[in-house]
């Protein structure tokens, strides 16, 4: 019988390994694989029914056969979505919101998750008298819902004047994502040596600069999860967009929910599933870039406590 070191002596000695040869199919891989296959289809189904009802004319999609390949290819439904289709009154289609939805979203998440690593970095380093009672108060107000804020924050916005600008909606995002992203970044500082911050001190770092110079550059992963996040959770809003913009500054989900719920005339199915498809496409695009990014952060410390 051999052991562990002789089967590592052997292969470093040029000898194949010993033992029989690992079977290419079991039961256990087989069921793997039709899981995944199966969890594929389930997901990329309702996408390609989206896809493909987006480039059928509407004389095509009447005649029924939800899954058929489209007998004539047009992007007449994209074009229409994006510059014209009626949103309620206005029959510019979903691009004001796009840009309405860009302009919350980049203030928005650069705040939050600037304002959410300082935090989560003075709470782990700098231990200020109360800090444990500031932290257990950010997390209450991470799982309380928000809905019970939404009348409050009317009455304050509407006497400061703030009501149905893009600036309550970015104060509003940046309120609601701060604890979590104060969460997220305090475990991910506490995982760091505190050692390392020590002889950062004792070099003359004050509390800006060791943030910055340190602790910023070694956030990398937790920053890509943070945006990810944000983007997602900001993006994909509804509530908040509906009651705080305002028509001028109604997001891109506020305006695809008016152009898919028409009061009168034909639903334009085509039209609908080319404006879903890209109000839906900002957040796919962020997190397909940096998936695995988010991965790493999460495994460096995001579910840490």
Request: net charge positive; charged share 10%; proline share 7%.
């Amino acid at each position: 019988m051999t052991t562990p070191e002789t089967r590592i002596r052997s292969v470093r000695m040029g000898e194949g390994p010993s033992g029989p040869a690992p079977k290419s199919l079991s039961p256990a891989r087989i069921g793997i694989y039709a899981f995944l296959v199966i969890s594929a289809l389930f997901f990329l189904l309702p996408l390609y029914v989206m896809v493909v009802t987006s480039i059928k004319p509407m004389e095509e999609i009447r005649l029924g056969g939800l899954f058929a390949l489209p007998t004539t290819v047009t992007f007449e439904p994209w074009v229409k979505a994006w510059s014209s289709a009626c949103t309620g009154l206005d029959c510019r289609g979903i691009s004001p919101g796009f840009w309405n939805s860009v302009k919350i979203l980049v203030p928005s998440v650069i705040c939050s998750i600037f304002v959410g690593a300082l935090t989560g970095y003075a709470l782990s380093f700098w231990r200020a008298r109360g800090a444990n009672l500031l932290f257990a108060a950010l997390l209450l107000g991470a799982f309380l819902p928000y809905q019970v804020f939404i009348y409050p924050l009317v009455r304050i916005y509407s006497a400061t004047g703030l009501f149905s600008t893009i600036y309550a909606l970015v104060l509003t995002h940046v309120i609601f994502g701060l604890p979590v992203m104060t969460l997220l970044f305090r475990n991910y500082y506490a995982g760091i040596p505190i050692d390392l911050f020590k002889a950062a001190r004792v070099d003359g770092g004050r509390f800006f600069s060791i943030f910055f110079r340190l602790m910023l550059p070694m956030s990398i992963p937790m920053l890509v999860v943070a945006v990810i996040l944000q983007v997602t959770g900001i993006w994909n809003d509804f509530i908040m967009g509906l009651t705080f913009g305002g028509l001028a500054n109604r997001p891109m989900t506020v305006q695809l929910t008016n152009l898919v719920a028409p009061t009168e005339g034909e639903i334009a199915y085509n039209v609908n599933m080319a404006a879903t498809i890209m109000t839906a496409a900002v957040p796919l695009v962020v997190y397909f870039i940096s998936g695995r990014w988010f991965v790493r952060g999460i495994a460096a410390g995001a579910v840490k406590g």
